[in-house]
């Protein structure tokens, strides 16, 4: 029987497992931390639920897909509920943009910002719906294993000005500032800043304009819980708690794991969900590759950290919406503080997460569920001691919403706790305390990005946010396809 082993159960990780196993591939999934999920782990405090993140599901078909390999439906394990706006948009002056695919709603919200603009976006739009077809539908599942592949590809980038930035692409649109901003947040979800990330990530708008944008009932750990149920259905092993330690090699072939307790196992194949520079520095360790691998990887451009601040309350809040944006005084400087010069800005923006909006059961009965993200530096740009700093930084947060969206939320909080970039560095061995893995610049994507098998060790493969497509749940379920193609290539006899 073929075995094949994958390092982490996050998306990528997961959704790799079920298509390795739903072929026939004997597949264990090996994860450090006590439940799986990755980056969609979850806490339960007081009563209260709260998703670590990624908390916004689009493109439903991609997950579906995953049940339909074996002839059955993803609603069998996960209840998928409509997000209606997908975002309300705020600004400090106070004016709203509820943003959703309802196109009657989102032309009159355009209209309000800017008559002028109505046209502009339909133009945007249907340039959105181009670099879909061209970079999501036709590649977004496609490896890219030699520089030819990039060569083939180029045209179809150089057609939709992949070289230019989705702000610039989107204000050759549309001239209204804010909605500028409406229609270029969106890479920020990615890990990319809209100001330099490639107009090619324009695509996300024409994704959830098709799919929508979804919320797993119970939360995003219900979509995880579901994934591990399929895998375990279709006889795949999960074992938690039991940090990988080693690849083991013979030569130019992974020969199988070392973890933690002692376990070792041989497998066919190894395949990592795991952060791209720690698995070449400290799993291929003693390693010609894993040492110069990750030489390379560590002098490329990390995406961000993130602040993320979890908090139950008392009372319902029916006016504020299951995802909110709340912009802050500035956009582009802000953006370049963060990814540029390393600053922890005296402003911020926050993306607002209120569940209990749409799932009450989040919460005690009459408390309700948030969590305040703020995007800040990684710890390679801004290495400051965050148990130091994060208790006030979370208190400034608090004071922010209490002013602007929440009052007297400081007497109203049950329970709080916040999350960091030093977390994301200890708890996910992610490289500088970055959230999404490498920044998705053009220099950094497709063939430029780790590729989803090895160049060297034939028998090791990458999914996840650090291999092409990149990060956001589409985009690592996408890597789990292309790199399965590979893995099933390469294993059946």
């Not at 998306?11 to 990755?38: C, H, M, N, Y």
């Not at 670099?131 to 030699?146: H, Q």
């Not at 040492?291 to 908090?311: C, Q, T």
């Not at 977390?423 to 959230?435: E, I, P, R, T, Y």
């Amino acid at each position: 029987m073929t075995r094949a082993a994958v390092i982490g159960a996050g998306f990528g990780g997961l959704a790799l497992g079920i298509r390795l196993q739903s072929a026939g591939i004997e597949t264990v999934i090996v994860e450090g931390r006590d439940k799986p999920g990755g980056r969609a782990y979850f806490w339960e405090k007081d009563g209260f639920t709260f998703d670590a993140g990624p908390t916004v599901i689009t493109d439903p078909n991609c997950l579906d897909e995953l049940w339909a390999l074996s002839g059955a439906s993803m609603a069998q394990d996960v209840e998928l509920v409509p997000v209606h706006p997908f975002y309300r948009l705020n600004w400090p002056d106070g004016t709203n943009f509820d943003y959703s695919n309802n196109d009657v709603e989102l032309t009159r919200e355009i209209a309000k910002l800017n008559p002028r603009d109505v046209e502009g976006y339909r133009d945007f739009l249907r340039y959105s719906a181009d670099v879909y077809e061209e970079g999501y539908r036709k590649l977004g599942a496609v490896p890219f294993l030699d520089f030819r592949s990039m060569l083939r590809a180029a045209p179809r980038l150089a057609r939709h000005q992949a070289w230019r930035s989705v702000w610039s692409m989107v204000s050759s649109f549309v001239e209204n500032d804010k909605l500028r901003q409406a229609l270029t947040f969106h890479t920020l979800l990615v890990g990319g800043n809209p100001t330099s990330t490639s107009a090619i990530y324009a695509l996300i708008h024409k994704l959830e304009r098709d799919g929508g944008v979804w919320f797993a009932k119970g939360g995003t750990n219900r979509l995880v819980a579901g994934m591990v149920a399929l895998f375990e259905r279709l006889g795949g092993v999960l074992r938690l708690g039991d940090p990988v330690t080693h690849i083991e090699t013979l030569g130019e072939r992974a020969t199988g794991l070392a973890c933690a307790s002692g376990w070792r196992e041989e497998f066919d194949a190894v395949a990592s969900n795991g952060d791209v520079v720690h698995t070449y520095r400290d799993l291929l360790t003693g390693t010609r590759r894993g040492e110069r691998a990750a030489a390379r990887l560590e002098k490329k451009r990390f995406s961000p950290s993130l602040f993320v601040l979890h908090f139950g309350v008392k009372g319902a809040w029916p006016g504020i919406p299951h995802h909110m944006v709340l912009f802050g005084p500035r956009y582009r400087g802000l953006l370049t503080d963060i990814y540029d010069h390393g600053v922890l800005a005296k402003d911020f923006a926050l993306y607002l997460h209120h569940p209990t909006v749409t799932d009450p059961s989040m919460a005690p009965e009459g408390c309700s569920t948030f969590y305040a993200l703020a995007p800040v530096p990684h710890l390679g740009k801004f290495p400051i001691d965050w148990d130091e700093i994060g208790p006030g930084y979370a208190d400034r947060i608090i004071d922010h919403l209490e002013a602007r969206m929440i009052p007297e939320l400081r007497e109203r909080i049950v329970t709080r706790f916040h999350y960091t970039p030093k977390d994301f560095a200890v708890d996910l061995n992610a490289h500088l305390g970055s959230a999404f893995s490498l920044e998705p610049v053009l220099t950094q994507s497709a063939y430029f990005r780790v590729h989803n098998r090895d160049d060297v060790v034939a028998n090791l493969y990458f999914v996840g946010a650090g291999t092409h497509p990149g990060a956001g749940i589409p985009g690592v379920v996408g890597s789990a396809k292309a790199t399965a193609g590979l893995m099933l290539d390469d294993l059946r006899p």
